[in-house]
C-alpha cells in the first residue's frame, strides 16, 4: 500500500478554506474559464459518505470520504480533488463526490428530475506510468446507451516554474518540488531545488510588491511550502537549508499567525525607527531585522519599505 501524505491533504484543504481567492485562476486554467480574479467564489460543504478502503494488512476499512474543493462561481459548480500518487479508486470516488454534489441542485417535478453534474479535475501532485491523463466515468443505461462523463487530469510534472508564475497558479507552488522527492528525502544532491525554491521565493515577493498578493497570502504560501519541505525530509539534513530558503513558518493556527505577525510588524517598526534615527545605512538597518527578528531578506525589505525610507 502507498506512503498516505495528509501533509499535501492538509495543506491543499487549508488554503481553500483561507485563500479562496487563490483558486479563481486554477478554474480559469483547467475549465478554460475567464473570471476576473475579484469574482465571488462561495466554498460549498463537501458532505461526506462512508466507503471501504483497504488496509495494508488486506482487511476492509470504513472512512468517511469528503471532496477536497467543492466551489460555485456564478451558477457553475465546479470540484477539484488533489491527490498525490495514482489511485484506482479514484474514478468511482469522483463519481459519489459528483452524485452527492449533483444531489443538492436537483430539481423536480412529477415523473421527472434533472440531475446537474458539476466539473470536475483531479490534480496529481506526483506523476508515474500510471498517472492518467483523463477521468472517465461512463454510465451504461438498460438500452445500451452509454455516457462518457470525462475530465482532463492536472498533472503538476507537466508545469514549469515559470508558467505557474505566468499563469498565477499559486495553489501549485507548494506541491511543485514534490518532483524532487527521491533528491530531498535520500540527502542527494538538492542544488536544483535550491535555484526551484529561490525562483518562487522571489516572485512571490515581487507580486506581493506590486500588489497581487497580500500580506497573509505571501506569508502563508511560502509557510504551505514549507510544510511540503518538512513532510519529504522528515527531519533530514536538507531541511532547515531548505526551509530556510523560502523563510517563513509551517502551516499554524490563526491566533498563532496573528500573533507573529503582530510582533513582527511591531519589532520591526522600532528596528528601523530607531536605526534611522541612529543614522545606520539601508544596508545595517536590513541586516538587523534578518538578525534580530528571524526574517529572510525578502522580509526584510518588505518591512523596511513599510516603516522607512525607499530603498536605494
Not at 96 to 117: C, K, L, N, S
Request: with cysteine; aromatic share 10%.
Amino acid at each position: 500500500m502507498q506512503k498516505r501524505t495528509p501533509d499535501y491533504d492538509n495543506v491543499f484543504k487549508t488554503m481553500k478554506m483561507k485563500h479562496k481567492r487563490l483558486f479563481v485562476f486554477v478554474i480559469n486554467d483547467v475549465f478554460d474559464r475567464n473570471y476576473p480574479k475579484d469574482v465571488k467564489v462561495e466554498i460549498l460543504p463537501s458532505e461526506g459518505y462512508l466507503t471501504e478502503n483497504e488496509t495494508a494488512d488486506g482487511s476492509k476499512e470504513i472512512e468517511e470520504q469528503v471532496s477536497d474543493f467543492l466551489i460555485r462561481i456564478g451558477s457553475e459548480i465546479y470540484l477539484l480533488e488533489c491527490q498525490s500518487y495514482d489511485d484506482g479508486s479514484m474514478a468511482i470516488r469522483i463519481a459519489e463526490y459528483v452524485f452527492i454534489v449533483a444531489r443538492q441542485f436537483a430539481t423536480w417535478d412529477i415523473g421527472h428530475a434533472t440531475i446537474p453534474m458539476p466539473r470536475f479535475s483531479i490534480i496529481y501532485v506526483e506523476r508515474t506510468d500510471r498517472t492518467p491523463k483523463t477521468t472517465t466515468i461512463t454510465f451504461t443505461f438498460p438500452d445500451g446507451q452509454t455516457v462518457d462523463y470525462q475530465s482532463d487530469n492536472v498533472i503538476l510534472a507537466d508545469f514549469t516554474k515559470e508558467k505557474i508564475v505566468e499563469k498565477r497558479l499559486f495553489p501549485y507552488i507548494p506541491f511543485y518540488i514534490a518532483r524532487y522527492e527521491k533528491e530531498i528525502a535520500s540527502e542527494g544532491d538538492i542544488e536544483n531545488v535550491i535555484e526551484e525554491l529561490v525562483y518562487f521565493r522571489d516572485e512571490l515577493v515581487r507580486l506581493y510588491q506590486a500588489g497581487e498578493l497580500s500580506d497573509d497570502e505571501l506569508i502563508d504560501l511560502k509557510g504551505f511550502v514549507n510544510t511540503i519541505i518538512t513532510h519529504i525530509t522528515n527531519g533530514n539534513k536538507n531541511e532547515e537549508r531548505l526551509v530556510n530558503v523560502m523563510g517563513g513558518t509551517i502551516i499554524e493556527t490563526e491566533s498563532e499567525r496573528l500573533m507573529r505577525v503582530g510582533a513582527n510588524q511591531g519589532a520591526a517598526r522600532m528596528i528601523v525607527e530607531l536605526g534611522q534615527e541612529d543614522g545606520l545605512d539601508d544596508m545595517a538597518i536590513l541586516k538587523r531585522l534578518q538578525e534580530k527578528i528571524g526574517l529572510s531578506e525578502e522580509e526584510a525589505e518588505v518591512y523596511f519599505k513599510k516603516y522607512g525610507k525607499q530603498l536605494v
